[in-house]
């Protein structure tokens, strides 16, 4: 039996639907709405830092929530929350990508790598890192874990980019103090201790 669909229940099913897009779980939310018996697994094994490591995870929760405060990896940090400014980006797979636009569910099968898996287990800094020291790039420090990531993945992808390439590849991440050009020198930098 169909409930008689009044203005009342319009507006508020149009509401609800803009929060739930809003918020990220639309995908989430609609299942539950189409089938509420179903079941969502919340106990998960994601690939962290080459780790397993098992997590409870909310059907709604973002990966840079489920990281910084489930797993406790507070190098990545969170500023936008809304994909804007790169302060969360995370390698999946060995490509760059925003965890605060993610929904843990959708990469339980990936890859994924922190700031804190870039060092070496006998505690040295990845090639990234050591240029970004070399070269002073960071100032107030807030962005460069998510500058780090990006350049990471760059240099995955291309050992040797020109500094047009670097500053396409680092284009997603702001930073407060304006000290684009010395990240820039940095990935230049890193590339120069990779070769």
């Given amino acids: 039996m169909n ?15 803009s929060a739930a897009a809003a918020s990220g779980a639309g ?3 609609a299942t539950a709405q189409t089938n509420s018996s179903a079941i969502v697994e919340r106990l998960l094994s994601l690939n962290v830092n080459g780790q397993n490591r098992l997590v409870d995870v909310a059907p709604t929760e973002t990966l ?3 990281l910084r405060n489930k797993l406790g990896l507070t190098g ?17 797979d060995e490509v760059a990508n925003y ?27 990845s090639a990234v890192q050591q240029g970004f020291i070399e070269e002073l790039a960071p100032q107030c420090g807030f962005c460069t874990p998510g500058q780090v990531m990006s350049a990471t993945a760059l240099l995955i992808a291309n050992p040797n980019p020109s500094r047009e390439e ?12 304006g000290a ?3 990240y820039l020198n940095g990935v230049m930098r890193a590339a120069e201790l990779l070769s």
């Fill in 27 to 29: 995908y989430y939310l």
């Fill in 99 to 125: 965890a605060c636009s993610l929904l843990t569910h959708t990469v339980k099968q990936r890859k994924i790598i922190t700031v804190e898996g870039l060092r070496s287990v006998s505690g040295q800094l």
């Fill in 166 to 177: 670097a500053r396409q590849a680092l284009a997603g991440n702001l930073c407060r103090c």
């Fill in 180 to 182: 684009y050009e010395h």
């Fill in 64 to 66: 840079a929530f489920t």
């Fill in 76 to 92: 990545l940090k969170v500023a936008c929350n809304r994909g804007e400014c790169g302060a969360c980006t995370v390698l999946l």
């Fill in 3 to 17: 409930p008689k669909l009044s203005r009342r229940r319009f507006i508020k099913g149009v509401i609800y639907s």
